[in-house]
């Protein structure tokens, strides 16, 4: 129905798709910058990180996390992680936040 | 920030539910999830149970999204304090879990309580059923344990904020046990704890499976959810007595393969633990991060995008 929610947001569910990331877990240099993430009794190995990105309890962290953002209750996070204020209103304006940054730090260090 | 009345919502999963019990110090316990629950499989029921024996207590869970229901008090509660069950009243919600938990155990003398349940018992014996929740809920211990399941995300969702995204799980718990030769229902929204009749440790389960399709009937029009877990005793404990004893090489054989499969699944649980407890913000933002470096986040906002459109349809 609509009139209730209408600005549509996406869900990071369907950004972050198991389909979609576990192809990448091959390249090792992805996985070794997401490996000091994982739960610390968990093995660093691309089959391990695949196995957490499709469990239910990492769809559940995605879920929670979008749900969060739609709120808009996450400023002490976002300054955590030097994101402007600006990018708590919503999960798009989450995701071109971080785009923003990474951008700006490409362009501040090229490779 | 967690005050320090503040009891986080856990889920009701053996493998938390057994985790928990662990760590109150209650040894030689664990907790399986009955599976065949509609009428057409009550007799497969009663041979796991025969697998299990003894069971300890049940507990009968069910979930409903939507306005707030009450739970449905049983007519009968005995208002009467009783000396011989251990009944407390659910204080707040979310400690459900470790109410349900308790409920069995502390009405089951053949379980090793351990010292901080022992010693929780006789200090609250004399309580009334409110108070008895209310000791629960103020207990450092139960609370901590308890509360080490929640995921350490850097945020608590204001749950009455939430409600305007998604709406809210309401869970109910209701736990069955013997004691002293009755069959008691132990609800924490009810007044008292509720006499269904005569059993013993050996026909119990019996009489308890009609009241819980009675249960199950009663609520088949809304829309819930169930789910039966048994509190029993550690599997791998039980097959290692029975390997000490004079058996065939083929029943050795088959206790040593059993033995193996617990392994496997307490395993799985310390996994799923694990996960349920970690933090993934840091992961969540990372992999944000690598599709932005590829330059594919766009294109997943877009098909994100997409897919919300095609479930509004």
Same mark, same amino acid.
């Given at each position: 129905?609509?009139?209730?929610?209408?600005?549509?947001?996406?869900?990071?569910?369907? *950004?972050?798709?198991?389909?979609?990331?576990?192809? &990448?877990?091959? #390249?090792?240099?992805?996985?070794?910058?997401?490996?000091? @993430? &994982?739960?610390?009794?968990?093995?660093?190995?691309?089959?391990?990180?695949? !196995?957490?990105?499709?469990?239910?309890?990492?769809?559940?962290? %995605?879920?929670? %996390?979008?749900?969060a953002l739609q709120s808009g209750q996450l400023g002490p996070l976002l300054t955590q992680l030097g994101l402007d204020p600006s990018a708590g209103s919503g999960v798009e304006a989450f995701l071109r936040a971080i785009q923003e940054q990474v951008s700006r730090q490409q362009r501040n260090n090229p490779e | 920030m967690a005050d320090a009345g503040d009891w986080c919502?856990?889920?009701?999963?053996?493998?938390? $539910?057994?985790?928990?019990?662990?760590?109150? #110090?209650?040894?030689g316990i664990q907790v399986e999830e009955v599976w065949s629950l509609d009428s057409q499989?009550?007799?497969e029921l009663k041979h796991v149970f025969q697998a299990w024996q003894p069971v300890h207590g049940l507990i009968f869970l069910f979930k409903w999204q939507g306005i707030n229901g009450s739970s449905g008090s049983h007519p009968d509660a005995d208002l009467s304090i009783d000396d011989t069950v251990y009944f407390a009243k659910q204080v707040i919600n979310n400690a459900c879990a470790t109410q349900a938990i308790l409920s069995i155990l502390l009405n089951c003398p053949s379980i090793d309580l351990g010292p901080d349940l022992q010693q929780f018992k006789e200090f609250t014996k004399e309580f009334d059923p409110y108070y008895k929740g209310l000791a629960i809920t103020n207990s450092e211990l139960l609370r901590s344990v308890h509360n080490s399941f929640s995921r350490s995300d850097p945020f608590i969702i204001d749950s009455s904020e939430s409600s305007s995204t998604e709406k809210e799980d309401i869970f109910h718990f209701i736990s069955y046990v013997p004691v002293h030769g009755a069959l008691y229902e132990l609800d924490g929204l009810s007044n008292?704890? *509720?006499?269904?009749?005569?059993?013993?440790?050996?026909?119990? &389960?019996?009489?308890? =499976?009609?009241?819980?399709?009675?249960?199950?009937?009663?609520?088949?029009?809304?829309?819930?959810?169930?789910?039966? %877990?048994?509190?029993?005793?550690? =599997?791998?404990?039980?097959? =290692?007595?029975?390997?000490?004893?004079?058996?065939?090489?083929?029943?050795?054989? !088959?206790?040593l393969h059993k033995i193996e499969l617990e392994n496997i699944k307490f395993k799985?649980?310390?996994?799923?633990?694990?996960? =349920?407890? @970690?933090? $993934?913000?840091?992961l969540i933002y990372n992999i944000i991060r690598v599709l932005a470096q590829r330059g594919e986040l766009d294109a997943r906002i877009e098909h994100a995008k997409k897919e919300v459109a095609k479930r509004r349809k």
């Open positions: 129905p609509e009139g209730v929610n209408q600005q549509s947001d996406v869900n990071l569910i369907d *950004v972050i798709t198991p389909s979609y990331i576990s192809p &990448l877990l091959n #390249n090792p240099e992805i996985a070794s910058a997401l490996f000091p @993430h &994982l739960p610390s009794d968990i093995n660093r190995t691309p089959e391990e990180l695949r !196995e957490v990105v499709q469990s239910p309890q990492f769809a559940q962290a %995605l879920q929670s %996390l979008s749900i | 919502l856990i889920e009701s999963d053996p493998g938390v $539910f057994t985790e928990l019990i662990k760590k109150f #110090n209650v040894g499989t009550m007799e008292g704890p *509720v006499n269904l009749g005569p059993c013993t440790d050996d026909d119990w &389960l019996e009489k308890v =499976r009609p009241v819980i399709q009675e249960r199950m009937a009663r609520y088949a029009s809304a829309e819930i959810r169930f789910n039966l %877990l048994a509190l029993i005793k550690n =599997r791998e404990d039980v097959y =290692r007595t029975r390997l000490e004893t004079d058996i065939s090489l083929e029943e050795r054989e !088959e206790l799985r649980y310390e996994r799923e633990n694990s996960l =349920r407890k @970690h933090n $993934f913000i840091p």
